[in-house]
């Protein structure tokens, strides 16, 4: 393959790469918000993401399908009902998991042991109701009007999908900006997220904005479900494991903690990943083929945790001693 | 302290060995749930006779030669069924004590343990197989007695990859750390199964076969004719796995009572303090990973040699948990807890989860009804029998929220001393 | 004059732009009793903690007998025989009191790994020494009734005083105490005194103290340092810096300042 071949090969790439980041931002989002205001890692984000996948489809499947709504309407309404349940899951995860921890004397590891038991949890949950009505493998039912091309290059083009995701994505993280930057709750999630005492001391519900915080993050991964459904064509109830993962590594490298460093991290790991995807096989003449594309992203992770601990865009956090 | 061989507590534990012992004679029939019970029961006497703060070594040498030397042998040779048990839980008793080791006792939460099982795993199979003539060339495959080297080869090689893994990420924070090691144990287990090129050294997803089998030469002297069907190989195992199980807890016995135990609950209780107390961080994280991760490796070619197969599905993800869930269950930090814990989950997994899978396989082909519903509509995907992670997930939340130190939790008290003579102040002297 | 057991010099730390400890310069002499004073934020414990090798200075150097100590890892520190407690008490709450005071003594071993796994003789020889030497320790400070008890359940007097022993089981020439009298009754003040005295005259190992205790710093210390906003504005006997206009200022404000130094004059 020449150079110029591996030229045409970039905008197409840069393209998917872009979309993938975006999906991987929004779910991002989710950890860093935790993170940021409990300092715990939601290990059961992953499973949260994966619920508001299953939730979509199956609402696009059987409540939807033959409605005649325009397929714009329907993912909508999916990405609603997707963002409803997800949303709803994590604030029940958090009253019924993590609160009663922040209370009592436990040892140090058990958040994050409870965290990955109601990650465990949730995957055989759903595979147990989804096997109650048949196959747990659940794909998204076919929708001709995003498989439309768009012309994005002279030569290229991206399916309609890609479009939607972009335009979904984008609107999640501007609409979470605002809110972080331009409302009062925003500011009290700042401020908790900053110091819990001092945040409580002046009033603050710290309570009540985890909560919130959880049914943010909660909502945006149930979107980021519907999307990933979108584009992938398929979920089961494994799927969430490693989009979570590589969510997580995005978070890490923008800065866990801050909201643009999840941002930012997102779209970086997924140009990433798919440019890395793309070009290396290409480059080792497929020794190095695209089965290691997964370990690609936990590679970064230990890069980036050795030697930039703060990630991009973080402030490093001193202990008081 | 400890009770006398004629208190009333040691007579009353091993009379209840006695009988349990007489019940697993006559009892075990096949594999059914009775005698699961039966089985559990007898394994219960271990349970009670290893209480070093209420019963005297006297009493333990008794019941535990009794039940681990002279009954389950017997019982096995009646239906190797349960001796296979007995051996699964010892191997993964002693991953759970290793583990014990780095989460327990120094308080990091590694989830990429299995990575090093594989490692003794593959270890083993490249050694001495015919796939492992083909990359390695003559001289190989070794001699199946050439095992026992091998147990001491993986218990440096899997120490040097804990090392290796360590020194990056040891610096790093809880959270982090869990992460980290999680992703470790992925590459293990992607690089098992992609790195059939371009030399193959795992064969990839289809794993390794004929590995050797060690002491395979004393099975068949042993073997008798007038005990037809019976694998003399599997009471080989038996012996070889507990006599493991003993070095482990010896290990984790002496360490615990050591300068290295100490740091270890130290750094685990308060790094700073620690530090402080002179204490090297990062060196003592290093020595607890090295070790757990030895302990692992040298089951893993155990493990290896008894299945006389390995494949990369072995070693994910799901195993690494497994293992938490057994020390979770029985105790963060305690060396009987871990082999509760162990025997706990292997015998739900293998047993429990299993019978209630056949239970409903049952109900469904002869079409039993309730309130009007057939269970032969039960959708065939319904297999209990694959819902571990519900298990495991279940168990760490409960013990977790509700019991927290574990169902046999550690006495954290090593040292002891007689403070009778010693009079309250309320300052210097 | 002897030479001084600990020299610190223009030792400089700043946090982000917030300059912490400013070009401060300390000493402390061999089996002496030295405060360290301030108001709150002067930068006190950030100095114990430059020291101590938990922050990394800035600039300057740390002389522990002659050793240059400056920027060592804080194990590396109490390796070199300088030990500390914290101002928040930093015991390990689940082992018992014996095993703190014992762990505090595990640095000066030399048997280790696998002496321990082998059960060596100098295992064996080591542990009893170390065990009995801690409960020495214990029966100095007071506790040795309570050695078998979780540490996290001793009341709060008592914590401090366990502190106390498991940083002198690492046998150190210096002793750094954070606070050590902070929320005791005067009773529970005399004997801390007590036991600083005796920490001196019968071990021979020099303290330093940060304290608001200001009886117990004036009674207790040869020589008093005042630290505020980072910097040492004061150093001498307690009757000097009791009278220093500028120490008066940092405590109390300008005003007062001016009315007291009319007083003393």
Do not use: C
């Amino acid at each position: 393959m020449t150079f110029t071949d591996m030229l045409q090969l970039l905008p197409p790439t840069l393209a998917d790469g872009l979309v993938l980041g975006l999906l991987y931002a929004v779910i991002a989002l989710g950890y860093t918000m935790v993170y940021g205001v409990l300092g715990l890692i939601n290990f059961a984000h992953s499973e949260i993401f994966m619920v508001g996948a299953i939730v979509a489809v199956e609402v696009l499947t059987h409540l939807l399908a033959g409605t005649g709504l325009h397929p714009i309407v329907q993912i909508v309404v999916a990405m609603i009902v997707a963002a409803a349940v997800s949303g709803g899951l994590a604030v029940a995860a958090e009253r019924v998991a993590y609160r009663p921890l922040r209370l009592s004397n436990a040892p140090k590891l058990a958040p994050l042991i409870t965290a990955i038991g109601l990650s465990l949890f949730l995957q055989d949950a759903v595979r147990f109701i989804e096997s109650l009505f048949g196959q747990f493998i659940r794909p998204f039912p076919s929708m001709p009007f995003f498989d439309r091309q768009i012309p994005l290059t002279p030569t290229d083009t991206v399916p309609l999908k890609s479009l939607v995701i972009l335009i979904v994505a984008g609107a999640m993280l501007g609409g979470l900006v605002h809110v972080v930057h331009h409302t009062r709750l925003g500011k009290a999630i700042r401020a908790v997220a900053t110091d819990r005492k001092a945040a409580s001391l002046m009033g603050v519900d710290v309570d009540r904005i985890v909560m919130l915080t959880f049914l943010i993050g909660g909502a945006l991964a149930g979107v980021a479900g519907t999307l990933y459904a979108l584009e992938f064509g398929r979920v089961d109830p494994f799927s969430g494991f490693v989009p979570g993962l590589k969510a997580f590594t995005a978070a890490v490298l923008g800065g866990i903690g801050s909201i643009p460093g999840a941002m930012v991290g997102g779209i970086v790991l997924g140009i990433l990943e798919v440019m890395i995807g793309t070009f290396v096989p290409i480059l080792t003449d497929n020794m190095i083929g695209t089965e290691y594309k997964d370990i690609f992203a936990f590679a970064i992770l230990i890069l980036i945790l050795v030697f930039m601990p703060t990630g991009l865009l973080g402030r490093p956090a001193t202990e008081k001693v | 302290m400890a009770a006398g061989l004629l208190s009333p507590r040691s007579l009353g534990v091993v009379a209840y060995a006695i009988v349990t012992t007489a019940m697993a004679l006559f009892v075990f029939t096949g594999s059914g749930l009775v005698d699961t019970a039966a089985f559990v029961a007898l394994l219960v006497s271990v349970h009670l006779a290893t209480d070093a703060a209420r019963i005297d070594g006297a009493t333990r040498f008794v019941v535990l030669t009794l039940v681990l030397v002279v009954a389950l042998p017997l019982v096995g040779v009646r239906n190797t069924f349960y001796l296979d048990v007995a051996t699964q839980v010892g191997i993964y008793a002693v991953l759970a004590l290793g583990l014990n080791i780095v989460v327990g006792f120094a308080g990091l939460l590694d989830l990429g343990f299995i990575a090093f099982f594989a490692v003794g795993a593959y270890l083993w199979a490249i050694l001495s197989s015919a796939h492992g003539a083909g990359l390695l060339g003559p001289g190989f495959p070794l001699p199946p007695d050439a095992f026992f080297v091998a147990i001491l080869v993986a218990v440096g090689i899997a120490a040097g990859f804990g090392i290796l893994l360590g020194l990056p990420v040891l610096r790093l924070k809880g959270d982090y750390l869990a992460i980290v090691t999680l992703g470790f144990g992925e590459v293990i287990r992607v690089l098992a199964n992609n790195l059939d090129k371009p030399v193959n050294i795992t064969n990839g997803p289809q794993g390794i076969t004929g590995i050797a089998q060690p002491l395979s030469g004393v099975a068949a002297t042993l073997a008798s004719p007038a005990v037809p069907g019976f694998k003399w190989q599997a009471l080989v195992y038996y012996a070889l796995v507990l006599a493991l199980v003993g070095i482990a807890v010896t290990v984790n016995r002496r360490l615990d009572g050591s300068k290295i135990g100490r740091a270890w609950i130290a750094i685990r209780e308060d790094e700073i303090a620690a530090q402080a107390m002179g204490i090297p961080l990062v060196r003592t994280k290093l020595v607890a990973f090295a070790t757990g991760a030895a302990f692992a490796g040298t089951m893993g070619v155990v493990f290896a040699a008894k299945q006389t197969f390995v494949s990369p599905e072995s070693f994910d993800f799901n195993q690494s948990i497994g293992v938490l869930a057994m020390i979770v269950f029985g105790g963060l930090g305690s060396i009987r807890g871990a082999m509760v814990g162990a025997a706990m989950v292997t015998i739900l997994n293998l047993q429990i989860l299993k019978a209630l899978s056949a239970g409903l396989n049952h109900l469904r082909s002869t079409g039993f009804e309730v309130f009007g519903w057939s269970f032969a509509n039960l959708p065939t995907q319904f297999e209990p029998s694959k819902y571990e992670r519900l298990v495991f997930g279940v168990i760490l939340i409960a013990m977790m929220l509700h019991r927290p130190r574990g169902l046999v939790p550690a006495d954290r008290r090593t040292i002891r001393v007689d403070t009778s003579n010693e009079t309250e102040r309320e300052g210097a002297r | 004059m002897s030479e001084a057991l600990l020299e610190v010099t223009d030792l400089d730390k700043s946090f982000g732009g917030l300059k912490a400890v400013d070009a401060v310069s300390f000493a402390v002499p061999e089996k002496a009793i030295v405060s360290v004073i301030g108001p709150n934020g002067a930068g006190k414990t950030t100095f114990f903690n430059l020291v101590t090798g938990i922050y990394l200075p800035d600039g300057g150097r740390v002389r522990l007998a002659g050793r240059d100590i400056t920027g060592l890892r804080a194990d590396r520190v109490a390796d070199a025989g300088l030990a500390r407690t914290f101002q928040n008490i930093r015991l390990f709450a689940g082992m018992t009191v014996l095993e703190n005071v014992v762990v505090g003594h595990s640095l000066r071993l030399t048997s280790g790994y696998f002496g321990a796994l082998f059960r060596t003789a100098r295992f064996r020889a080591e542990n009893a020494a170390s065990i009995a030497r801690a409960l020495d320790l214990l029966r100095f400070v007071g506790l040795a009734a309570k050695a078998n008890e979780l540490a996290g359940n001793l009341p709060y007097g008592e914590q401090r005083r366990l502190e106390v022993a498991r940083a002198l089981a690492t046998e150190p020439r210096l002793l750094l105490l954070d606070e050590p009298a902070a929320g005791m009754n005067p009773q529970e003040t005399e004997g801390a005194k007590a036991l600083i005295l005796a920490i001196r005259a019968q071990l021979g190992i020099s303290v330093v103290l940060i304290e608001h205790d200001m009886r117990l710093v004036m009674s207790l210390s040869d020589r008093i340092t005042v630290l505020d906003y980072g910097r040492k504005i004061a150093e001498g006997s307690a009757h000097e810096v009791r009278t220093h206009p500028q120490v008066i200022e940092a405590y109390l404000g300008r005003g007062v300042a001016a009315g007291t130094a009319g007083d003393a004059a």
